[in-house]
């Protein structure tokens, strides 16, 4: 059985999507290279994060695009790996394979795109 085409998302938000989110994310989606045991792939990401007050800490996740390869390799297997987008690199955790064959990728460091509320905080405070 063929997965159905994986859910499209605008990246705009709706009014639930604003009320059920009470701090702002940042993102990336595009090109990314993913290394998972000692092999790279090609691959395209979606990527969201936040800072958590609760920890300190900034948690990054998000969904890779379903690669023939990766889920070979896989086979839906949790596997650390190395994910790196033209804005820079973070390790995380490949994990739970939705119906469409995307990995959930997720980390709690600096994430592997740029931070858009941190560099407007950054200039506020200039």
Do not use: I, N
């Amino acid at each position: 059985m063929t997965p159905a085409a994986a859910p499209e998302h605008d990246g705009t938000r709706d009014q639930h999507d604003h009320d059920q989110h009470d701090h702002d994310e940042d993102g990336y989606r595009g090109a990314a290279t993913l290394e998972v045991d000692g092999t790279s792939y090609a691959v395209d990401v979606v990527l969201v994060g936040h800072f958590e007050p609760l920890d300190g800490r900034y948690h990054w996740y998000g969904r890779v695009a379903a690669h023939a390869g990766l889920d070979a390799a896989l086979g839906g297997a949790k596997r650390p790996a190395r994910v790196t987008t033209p804005a820079g690199a973070a390790d995380g955790e490949l994990s739970d394979v939705d119906p469409w064959g995307r990995y959930r990728l997720a980390g709690v460091s600096t994430p592997p795109f740029e931070v858009e509320s941190a560099r407007d905080v950054a200039v506020e405070a200039v």
